[in-house]
């Protein structure tokens, strides 16, 4: 046999999805311009108003293609234990015999786009090299913006096997033949059927987060779906954060947020909004890097008052996803800048007109360079990462948990995390929403079992010396009729203004059944119009939900048997008897 693994395996897929042509791609600009071309002659890419939106694309997919599909994304370890009771499992066997076929001549006709990509700045100890093969130039295209792709990444692999083989088809684009695939013993992925982000650009979900959460489980580190972010203070030092939130909590509203506490001093940097890989460092902290180079993001409610950095960012550079646009070619969603214009094409391309359906969809993207973002923090591609004072977790929780608290130490933490979860918002406007577990906003991602998930984190704070302080916080809490008590957006930076004082051992806190909650004057609230009553309730410990959430907790906990850390079963005894004591 001849050539490198990598040319090995190109070899090997092209036999089976016998594509017309094969195209390496190099990262360079003049390949993004083909590519663009290419999309465009195929009417997979729109040119937007390039005055206003230079270099700036439209991608509509297919109407059933518009998000993650859990249901068919499978972890495929050799024994099921392993993938746990919270993943979609099939034998290896089984997972390749069913989609074999479907791989088969699948790229007759068509270009096969090799794409091999770092996950993780160049040049650093946290960073990997994944290949995605992919029949989708929309893939090819949007993988330039996610990942630092083509000549760095060979450069960094050399003649090495050491790199997470992705192989990728449109497929029919039928739900019926769509498959997300994760073979964790191999490290390798397949997946058909879906050109959606999170089941297409291999090196988001894919590879940084299931395979590679399986990856630090044996190497010793972690792969989680968080944000990372710093906070200046007036002294000018910046505290990092790492925050997991389940989807649709504003993690990227949150990882870009603009201060209203600019003149006191206090601003926030973006080191990534999605995704954080962190290892124990020599000195006993906690580091972090953002494996990904760019932003996939939700449109609908992005604007200038909810996200002003994200709104200049996608200026230029971007392929926007499923959203409507204007007559002029600029790009329109519900939230921009209140009601719609009154002549739009929507998300399918058809003419729209106020009161009909929604003229972007609701899970429409942009994807764009997160070197456009006017707050990326100076070390956002430090090859070290940068060090984690404090760890947050949150949920979209309407009563339980109140707007913040600190956990006692990292096993409470870790409990905290284990127990986080997030509530799907209610149609009716007084009922509740129903509750989601989803512990450290990993469910969908997690490549193992998430016993062992568990038990891994408690053995990486073993050995940090100096663990980052772990908190939870609830941007959601609502009152009597239903209303969110908190404002929220902008004004999160005073409750990480809090959690950075707690750091430094001065924030006041008051000790509760659940962890530290802050004291009435211990927040920041200066030029808001909070009443005492209202921040009496955001504080509150409501001892009857916890009761019911200890409940559920416990129901939750059990499916994984013998699997979950006895440390988690002595924490919600813990937490079981400060709350009948209380
Ligand atoms: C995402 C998600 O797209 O979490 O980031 O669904
Ligand atoms: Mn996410």
Redesign the pocket.
């Known amino acids: 046999m001849s050539g490198t693994p990598l040319e090995r395996w190109v070899d090997e897929v092209a036999a089976i999805t016998q594509p017309d042509r094969i195209v390496w791609c190099d990262g360079s600009d003049e390949e993004a311009q083909r590519l663009y071309e290419q999309g465009l002659a195929e009417k997979t890419f729109y040119r937007l108003n390039q005055k206003a939106y230079p270099g700036c694309h439209l991608h509509r997919s297919h109407p059933s293609d518009v998000a ?1 599909t859990e249901h068919l994304t499978f972890i495929c370890s050799r024994r099921q234990e392993d993938a746990g009771p919270t993943n979609n499992w099939m034998s290896p066997e089984e997972a390749r015999a069913k989609t074999l076929p479907l791989f088969r001549g699948a790229m007759r006709g068509r270009t096969m786009y090799v794409l091999p990509y770092i996950m993780g700045p160049v040049g650093s100890p946290f960073s990997k090299v994944g290949v995605e093969v992919t029949d989708s130039v929309y893939v090819a295209a949007s993988m330039r913006i996610m990942t630092r792709l083509g000549k760095v990444a060979l450069e960094q692999l050399g003649s090495s096997e050491d790199f997470c083989p992705g192989l990728h088809s449109l497929g029919d684009l039928s739900p019926e033949r769509r498959f997300i695939l994760h073979f964790p013993e191999e490290r390798t992925i397949w997946s058909v059927g879906s050109g959606y ?2 089941n297409a650009l291999l090196g ?2 894919c590879f940084s987060l299931r395979i590679a959460s399986w990856m630090g489980r044996q190497e010793g580190w972690l792969a989680e ?1 968080m944000l990372i972010l710093g906070l200046e203070d007036p002294s000018g030092q910046v505290w990092y954060m790492a925050a997991a939130f389940p ?1 649709a909590c504003g ?1 990227t509203n949150l990882a870009m947020l603009v201060s209203p506490l600019a003149d006191q001093g206090y601003r926030v940097w973006t080191v990534g909004d ?1 995704i954080a890989w962190l290892r124990v460092g020599p000195d006993g902290r906690l580091w972090a890097v953002n494996p990904e180079a760019g932003f ?1 993001g ?1 449109a609908p409610g992005t604007s200038d008052r909810t996200n002003p950095n994200m709104m200049a960012a996608i200026r230029r550079s971007t392929i926007f996803t499923n959203v409507a646009i204007t007559q002029d070619g600029l790009p329109w969603w519900e939230g921009i800048n209140g009601t719609g214009p009154d002549s739009l094409i929507d998300w399918r391309g058809n003419r729209w007109s106020p009161g009909s359906d929604k003229a972007a969809h609701p899970n429409s993207r942009f994807t764009v360079p997160a070197r456009n973002c006017p707050s990326m923090s100076p070390h956002w591609e430090d090859p070290q990462g940068v060090p984690i004072s404090a760890i947050i977790f949150g949920g979209r929780r309407a009563r339980v948990a109140p707007l913040v608290y600190q956990s006692f130490d990292w096993q409470h933490g870790v409990f905290v995390g284990a127990g986080m979860a997030s509530e799907t918002t209610a149609a009716a406007i007084h009922a509740v929403g129903v509750t989601r577990r989803d512990p450290m906003a990993m469910l ?1 991602f997690c490549g193992y079992n998430m016993g062992d998930y568990f038990a891994h984190w408690l053995r990486v704070g073993a050995r940090l010396s100096q663990p980052p302080a772990i908190f939870h916080v609830n941007w959601f809490r609502t009152g009597e009729s239903g209303q969110f008590l908190w404002p929220g957006f902008g004004e999160n930076v005073r409750v990480l203004k809090w959690i950075v004082e707690r750091v430094q051992g001065k924030g006041e806190a008051t000790e509760t059944p659940i962890g530290f909650v802050p004291t009435p004057g211990s927040l920041d609230l200066e030029g808001l119009s909070l009443s005492p009553e209202t921040m009496e309730e955001l504080l509150r410990v409501d001892r009857d939900a916890w009761e019911q959430e200890l409940a559920e907790q416990k129901q939750f906990f059990e499916q994984f048997g013998e699997r979950l850390p006895q440390e988690i079963w002595q924490e919600h005894a813990a937490l079981a008897a400060r709350l009948g004591a209380s």
Do not use: I, N
């Open positions: 993650r982000g999170g988001k979900k779906h989807s993690k999605d996939f939700v969908p």
